[in-house]
C-alpha cells in the first residue's frame, strides 16, 4: 500500500507521547511507499522551531525519514501550485489551507492520503481520495 503523508503522521511517529504515536508507527510501518510532498518536509522542520530540538537533532529526525527506503520526495511544480489554488476556490477554503491542498493535488494524484487531521480528512473524502488510517 501507498500514501501521500501528512506532516502531523511524521510528528505523531517522532514523539512517543504524542496521542496518535502507536497508530502513526503502525501505518508508516504498513506502508509500501511514502509519497511526501516536499511541503510536508518544510513543515516537518518549522514544528521543530518550536521545540527544544537543535538543528542538528532535528536534522537527524528528518534524516531518519528521508532515508528510510520506503521515501519517495515529490516536488511541488507550478501545475500543482495552480491545482491546489483550485481546490481553495472550489471549496471555498481560505488561504491558510493552502499547505493542505498542495498534500491534498498529490494525494488525489497518488491515489490515498495518510493524516490524522479531521478536517483535511473530510476535505479529501470529499475530493475523492482514499483517506488513511
Not at 107 to 119: C, H, M, P, R, W
Request: charged share 30%.
Amino acid at each position: 500500500m501507498r500514501g501521500v503523508i501528512d506532516t502531523n503522521v511524521f510528528i505523531y511517529d517522532t514523539f512517543e507521547d504524542s496521542e496518535f504515536h502507536k497508530e502513526a508507527e503502525k501505518i508508516l510501518e504498513s506502508l509500501d511507499v511514502w509519497y511526501v510532498p516536499s511541503i510536508v518536509l518544510q513543515e516537518f522542520v518549522w514544528f521543530f522551531k518550536g521545540t527544544e530540538f537543535s538543528v542538528t537533532e532535528t536534522w537527524e529526525v528528518l534524516n531518519g525519514y528521508i532515508r528510510d527506503p520506503r521515501f519517495r520526495g515529490l516536488n511541488d511544480t507550478p501545475k500543482v501550485v495552480e491545482n491546489a489554488l483550485r481546490i481553495l476556490i472550489e471549496e471555498n477554503l481560505s488561504l491558510s489551507r493552502f499547505n493542505d491542498a498542495i498534500i491534498l493535488v498529490h494525494a488525489i494524484e497518488k491515489g490515498a492520503l495518510v493524516t490524522f487531521d479531521s478536517k483535511f480528512r473530510k476535505l479529501a473524502k470529499r475530493r475523492g481520495v482514499k483517506v488513511l488510517p
